[in-house]
């Protein structure tokens, strides 16, 4: 079945460490996303991806950043992870547009301690 | 800054009754969507609807657009206990690039 991939599915990692998550997806749609969403909030977009180009929303902060070597894979690193990362991170993908339906992988819940 | 609003924040109700939750909006949309979240899961697509439509099936599902009223609502019927999960509008604003997702509407339904 065509789908978002994430793993891990659970990080834990120190205060200061980078880390890496990832997204693969077979439907071999054009955009990918990544998404920051905390407890009982809407998800948060982070950056997305239009093909090769990399889009970051004015709000993201420097310690994140997204690599997309390919079509089916997207990273999300950061770089030092402070104690208000911890978070649930979502990719995402859609055919063409950004307004286009997504779909969305399980997602990574992150630990920072 | 987050477009949709969900209403209301919560929602318990019993099996087989139906559950109604309202999406209103600030600015014009070209399209809103529903997705459906499970605990500790990412989002699943449940419905998009157009600006110049006003209403949509898809199963037990109806959602309805007011874009007169800047709201939207979606009605499960029949609800499942599998149907619990938190419920999100997403706009695209006429006027920008990307989806804007609310808060939700967290719904419990009790077997």
């Known amino acids: 079945d065509a789908m978002v991939i994430q793993n891990p599915r659970y990080q834990v990692t120190q205060f200061g460490k980078p880390v890496t998550l990832s997204c693969s997806q077979t439907?071999?749609?054009?955009?990918m996303y990544w998404y920051q969403q905390k407890s009982s909030q809407a998800p948060k977009l982070l950056f997305h991806y239009y093909d090769k180009d990399f889009n970051n929303e004015a709000d993201t902060p420097d310690n994140f950043q997204s690599r997309r070597p390919n079509t089916s894979f997207c990273f999300l690193d950061i770089r030092s992870p402070g104690l208000g990362d911890a978070a649930m991170y979502l990719c995402?993908?859609?055919?063409?547009?950004?307004?286009?339906?997504?779909?969305f992988g399980p997602g990574t819940r992150l630990t920072v301690l | 800054s987050q477009q949709g609003e969900e209403d209301p924040q919560a929602l318990s109700i019993q099996e087989g009754e139906n559950a109604t939750m309202n999406c209103s909006y600030k600015?014009?949309?070209?399209?809103l969507q529903w997705y459906r979240q499970n605990s500790g899961r990412g989002l699943v697509h449940l419905i998009l609807i157009r600006s110049n439509e006003r209403e949509k099936h898809s199963g037990r599902l109806r959602v309805t657009l007011d874009t007169s009223k800047k709201s939207s609502s979606l009605l499960i019927t029949a609800s499942r206990a599998a149907d619990t999960a938190s419920y999100f509008c997403a706009t695209d604003l006429s006027n920008d690039y990307k989806l804007s997702f609310g808060a939700g509407t967290t719904v419990t339904v009790r077997a």
């Open positions: 995402a993908t859609s055919e063409t547009g950004l307004t286009d339906t997504q779909y």
């Open positions: 600015t014009s949309i070209n399209n």
């Open positions: 439907l071999n749609h054009n955009v």
